[in-house]
């Protein structure tokens, strides 16, 4: 057993003070917050600076940015359950409607055009703040004041992304139709609503946070999705700097923001409202010392005895600076590599987690930190994990003239070609791409072999960023594993020397190429565009749906069948899956619902009706779940469809309907088109319903 340290000024050795089988009782929870139930308890947290500024009224950021994995979900999570007034607003509405408004008149700030969207979300934000006070209780319908009264009717009978659209129309078509008066008028609505609020309530101590999060699962990546983002963001510090009484609060991925930093003409009024989700090596130790104290009634000092009672040193420092270096600050990959070690040296009956059992844990990190890399960035860069793949079975360092050797390679491969071609094509120059997988925290950069700079883990940009002939560039550490580098420099990879297509694991369809794989989805998504509505289509929809469910979740729904009817000849399911998920959304249905098979019900219409959800109500049971799904054709949650949920939910079926619209349906093809994997969008419309339901 590896030499263990003890902090100075204890004569007791920290592991002597708990059991020794101690780490068989450790459960360090989900690397993904949202399936983490350690974060119901609220004595789990690390207070870090973002969590600060986030929860306190005098603090004036507005906008909270990091990396995946960096804790935007976790202070979500943390701030709802501090304060009952605190909302979570998911937007869905991400390409802006112009009414006949050229989109380059969107693009200036300082432009009408721009500063209708901006009104729009404003008012959007305040009359949401108004229905959540309405559906908890906090205010009573008949007593608001009458200017807020007078927009009860588009309070009550919309959600956010509808009532924005209905915004939109009503300032973007004066404008469209030069009629100033009416556009004057129609900009000045929220400064009556904001001056009715501060008149009646103001005190600052029961301000209401509107956390909107998960952007990134609605916007397509397109310009005018930036466009209608940056109105957002604008409307966001508008609003906070002219009232207290409603702050709303923007939780952005940090691949997301660099594009609206390439596009906003007025950026510094933003910049100045970004808080950054950075984490010091201390901040991510007490992270999981307070994970592993948990179960414990013995509980040890933060900041060093508690992980020193658990983990061995690491070549001769603490193995907490080989976890904290390797994972690159990143909370979700620290708990990753930890909890991945710990199983290790649980498996070969170690007290202690030993260097060994972190060498055992390398190649399953590895293989998960590059597909979550790649996921990562496929909105920005689609299929970005094919050329990260590229580098399989090469060298763990590039000279400039090797990097220049690679592209060429690249610019050769039909697949790279296909499904790359649109971003690789704009950064062949060396410079351009090793600025741009340094971006991603993919290369690190130095002038020698032995030393290499990676970004740093907050909010950066690589302009500026130096780059020479000399300049060589690394792979970071984490990422030797899954594509089995040797750890040599490559300064030119010679003629006879093709890049891999094969090696790393690609998660496909069994029988499925990736190109094929791509052009299925594609074919999906351009029929799911043509294909009318009503009876005369609806087995053309079923099978499209079905298809979709083939493509798009063939890791966690298997032996996908049509037409199922039951014994009885009685029950006709559309479609039925086999709920395999060991990990993410679907297992959580399984656990909470029983749902070890999932109907799928397809209706080509975009209304449901009472006898919809009855229908799906009557194939609920113990032994299949309690746990159906409504794929349809609106691109509306309507209340009534939320009654009916509520009614399931509190009879004796105790069951869950999960209601897909046609813009969901695109989501997951486009995602899926762009190299991005997880259940991170069906889990946000699934915490959409549970929030609005109970």
Known sequence: ????????????????????????????????????????????????????????????????????????????????????????????????????????????????????????????????????????????????????RRHLSLIEDHDFDSRLLVFIDHVTAPLAGANDSAWLKQVKISEAIIASLNQHYSDVTNQTLLLIDRIDEAWDGSDRAVIHLMAMMHATVELSARTTVIRPIIFLRENI??????????????????????????????????????????????????????????????????????????????????????????????????????????????????????????????????????????????????????????????????????????????????ELLYSIGFFGIGENESEAEFRPSGISTAAGLRITPKTTASIHRSFWDALNLHDQTINDLGDSVSLRTSGVVTELPEGTTLSDYHAALQNLLDELATLPQGNDHAAQFEELVGQLLRLCFFRSLTNIASQVRDVNNLKRRDWICANTAITGFWEQMRARYQAT???????????????????????????????????????????????????????????????????????????????????AHVQELYDQIVRKVF
């Open 1 to 148: 057993m590896a030499k263990h340290q003890i902090s100075q000024g204890d004569s007791t050795p920290p592991q002597s003070r708990l059991p020794k089988d101690r780490l068989k009782r450790v459960n360090l929870g989900k690397s993904f917050a949202e399936y983490d139930p350690l974060l119901r308890e609220q004595d789990i947290y690390v207070v870090t600076p973002a969590i600060d500024a986030a929860s306190s009224p005098q603090k004036f950021s507005s906008f909270f940015v990091g990396r995946r994995g960096t804790g935007k979900t976790a202070i979500t999570l943390y701030l709802t359950k501090r304060n009952k007034r605190t909302f979570q607003i998911l937007p869905q509405q991400f390409v802006p409607t112009v009414n006949g408004i050229a989109e380059k008149e969107y693009r200036d700030t300082r432009q009408r055009a721009f500063r209708s969207l901006k009104e729009a979300f404003m008012r959007a934000f305040l009359t949401e703040a108004i229905k959540c006070w309405l559906r908890t209780g906090l205010v009573g319908r008949n007593a608001l004041p009458d200017e807020l």
């Open 257 to 434: 923001f660099e594009r609206v930093r390439q596009v906003d003409n007025e950026f510094g009024r933003l910049e100045t409202s970004v808080t950054s989700l950075d984490w010091t090596p201390e901040l991510l130790r007490e992270l999981i010392e307070r994970r592993l104290a948990k179960p414990f009634v013995t509980k040890l000092r933060l900041h060093g005895d508690t992980w020193d009672a658990f983990f061995a040193n690491y070549e001769g420092r603490s193995s907490f600076e080989h976890v904290a270096e390797f994972c690159q600050l990143r909370p979700r990959d620290v708990l990753t590599y930890s909890s991945l070690a710990i199983q290790n040296a649980v498996a070969v009956r170690h007290e202690f987690v030993e260097p060994s059992d972190f060498q055992t844990a390398r190649k399953a990190f590895s293989t998960s930190r590059l597909k979550d890399l790649s996921d990562e960035y496929a909105e920005n860069f689609p299929n970005i994990g094919v050329v990260l793949g590229r580098f399989y079975g090469l060298g763990t360092r590039y000279t400039f003239v090797g990097v220049e050797s690679f592209i060429e390679r690249l610019l050769v491969d039909d697949q790279v070609k296909e499904l790359c071609g649109k971003w690789v094509y704009s950064n062949t120059q060396p410079e351009r791409f090793i």
């Open 597 to 679: 098979q999932v109907i799928v019900e397809c209706k080509n219409y975009d209304a449901l009706t009472a006898s919809d959800f009855q229908q799906v109500a009557y194939y609920m049971g113990p032994s299949i779940g309690r746990f159906v799904v409504i794929a349809h054709r609106g691109n509306e949650i309507k209340d009534q469809y939320l009654k009916h949920i509520k009614d399931i939910a509190s009879s004796g079926k105790d069951g869950m309907v999960l209601i897909l619209r046609e813009k969901d349906l695109q989501v997951f093809l486009r995602q899926s088109m762009n190299g991005k994997m997880g259940d």
